[in-house]
């Protein structure tokens, strides 16, 4: 039974149109963690929450915000997607942030018309 | 961080053992060697880590050199599903180190042949 689940697998939004992405989570770890994954490449960490502690990366775009209400739950917005947003959006929990192995799902394709 | 380098790709046949490389010159001495794969169309896996001793679990087996500049990822047996992209990450678990945020770099595409 999948951990870590993503909903939608597909979704597609209109260039400059706000649009959520949700996670949610049966494994009751602390930590959740956003990640954005473009075509042939490498998976980037955009943020994370541990426990309700948000923790933004340097390089990421004001664009991009997030939500976690409970321990189960957290979402990605995405104020006004431009063209270049469009990518594979991956979640992922943790007990900890430093030793414990990452959990993913398997990820929202997001693209903008 | 310390860097790791792989190799871009590699290939293997299937049912035969693979091993994938992975060179860490400036690994430091609290950094974890942790494995992950991503198959075709689905999130990143955990796969295995460690520290200094050699690993096994279920779905590999990990060699770590004893100078600990390099590691190598051992599928014992191939098969089709083990065909994705396979990513050597280092961790720093130092008491200091606080969040170690998982850095990905390219990986390496292991492809299997039937």
């Known amino acids: 039974d999948a951990m870590v689940i993503q909903n939608p697998r597909y979704q597609v939004t209109q260039f400059g149109k706000p649009v959520t992405l949700s996670c949610s989570q049966t494994?009751?770890?602390?930590?959740m963690y956003w990640y954005q994954q473009k075509s042939s490449q490498a998976p980037k960490l955009l943020f994370h929450?541990?426990?309700?502690?948000?923790?933004n990366e340097a390089d990421t775009p004001d664009n991009f915000q997030s939500r976690r209400p409970n321990t189960s739950f957290c979402f990605l917005d995405i104020r006004s997607p431009g063209l270049g947003d469009a990518a594979m959006y991956l979640c992922a929990t943790s007990r900890d942030r430093w030793r414990q192995p990452q959990h993913f799902g398997d990820g929202t394709r997001l693209s903008i018309l | 961080d310390a860097k790791t380098t792989q190799p871009n790709s590699m290939e293997s046949n299937e049912e035969e053992p693979v091993h994938l490389p992975c060179n860490h010159s400036?690994?430091?001495?609290?950094?974890?060697i942790h494995w992950y794969r991503q198959l075709p169309s689905q999130g990143p896996e955990y796969v295995i880590h460690g520290l200094t001793s050699n690993v096994n679990n279920r779905m590999a087996s990990l060699a770590i050199a004893e100078d600990r500049k390099s590691s190598t990822l051992i599928l014992h047996r191939a098969t089709l599903r083990d065909a994705a992209v396979y990513y050597c990450?280092?961790?720093?678990?130092?008491?200091?180190?606080?969040?170690?945020?998982?850095?990905f770099g390219k990986g390496t595409r292991l492809s299997v042949i039937a």
């Open positions: 990450i280092l961790r720093d678990v130092s008491p200091n180190s606080g969040n170690t945020p998982l850095v």
């Open positions: 494994l009751n770890h602390n930590v």
């Open positions: 929450y541990y426990d309700k502690d948000f923790n």
């Open positions: 400036t690994i430091s001495g609290t950094d974890y």
